[in-house]
């Protein structure tokens, strides 16, 4: 039976995920492009980055080696969450 939305209906629940971080996490990121596409589908295959994972933790590796964020996905609660970024160091 497909949803459709009426008066006296709850509207479906959002599609998109919440992303939570610490703010030093945050920071590093500077609203990059990628919480955007974690917000969207934080498990689908990305053109945007390539995405690896290992048990809970997700890894998304940045172009050119530029270094990757580590996340959860806890499906339940639509919410991802950012654990830490590392930026690779270019001499």
Do not use: K
Not at 21 to 36: E, G, K, S, T
Not at 41 to 50: G, K
């Amino acid at each position: 039976m497909s949803q459709i939305w009426s008066p006296g209906r709850r509207s479906p629940q959002s599609l998109a995920y919440r992303v939570v971080a610490r703010q030093a996490v945050r920071d590093q990121l500077h609203d990059a492009p990628v919480v955007a596409v974690l917000r969207v589908d934080p498990v689908a295959v990305s053109a945007a980055f390539e995405t690896r994972y290992d048990d809970d933790v997700r890894t998304a590796l940045f172009a050119g080696g530029r270094g990757f964020l580590n996340y959860w996905v806890i499906e339940r609660r639509q919410a991802v969450i950012l654990l830490n970024v590392t930026w690779a160091a270019w001499s």
